[in-house]
């Protein structure tokens, strides 16, 4: 008998309870998952390290565009077209960096640049998610809500645990590669079938680190 003012579990709902607390993954790809990944490029430390240094990187060449790609905490990372485009996407808020084409020396950062740098991680992340969300949508080939699902979906994944592309539809892969230049997830290449989603996203809905 429980004492008087507690609560006891009966056996047959703690041990289920137990199962689902230790079963961390929760992502509806869970099923597809490779597993922890064994090698040395895609072990849980070597995805947060990667996550850190392409992010520091992105905000780098915001503050210093001009400068060489080699002194970036990534060294020799330099943004493709999609983060350019990113960057010098004129939204609500206004752009994070703008041309002058009377400047020979490219875009520079803007007031609202500065601003975004300012903010908390978390903040600056979901920020260019949806830039990116909208970015990807902006030809048709997919919807907002789509590409929400799919982010949601990566919510709920686990660092340093390969999920398989095969799960995801022609517009979220898209979408992963375009991610996967942030550092927001990890793939070895353009063409790798599995994906590392990273800190930098996993458990993004929650309000702690």
């Not at 003012?5 to 993954?25: C, H, M, N, W, Y």
């Not at 990807?136 to 990566?154: A, I």
Request: charged share 25%.
């Amino acid at each position: 008998d429980a004492p008087v003012g507690k609560v006891a579990i009966t056996k047959t709902f703690r041990e289920p309870l137990l199962q689902s607390l230790r079963e961390r993954d929760m992502s509806p790809w869970k099923d597809g998952r490779v597993g922890m990944a064994s090698e040395d490029d895609t072990d849980g430390e070597s995805i947060r390290a990667f996550a850190s240094a392409r992010w520091e990187s992105v905000l780098h060449c915001m503050v210093a565009p001009t400068h060489e790609p080699s002194a970036r905490p990534e060294p020799g990372w330099t943004p493709n077209r999609q983060v350019r485009e990113l960057m010098l996407r004129e939204s609500a808020r206004g752009a994070l960096m703008r041309e002058d084409r009377a400047d020979r020396e490219g875009p520079r950062i803007t007031a609202e640049g500065f601003q975004f740098l300012l903010k908390p991680l978390r903040w600056q992340v979901w920020q260019l998610l949806m830039d990116a969300i909208e970015v990807r949508c902006k030809d048709k080939s997919s919807t907002p809500d789509h590409l929400l699902t799919c982010l949601f979906q990566l919510c709920f994944c686990v660092v340093g645990t390969g999920y398989s592309v095969d799960h995801l539809s022609p517009a979220q892969l898209k979408f992963v590669q375009l991610l996967s230049h942030l550092g927001v997830v990890f793939m070895e290449s353009p063409s790798s079938r599995t994906f590392w989603p990273t800190q930098l996203v996993v458990n993004l809905c929650w309000e702690g680190e």
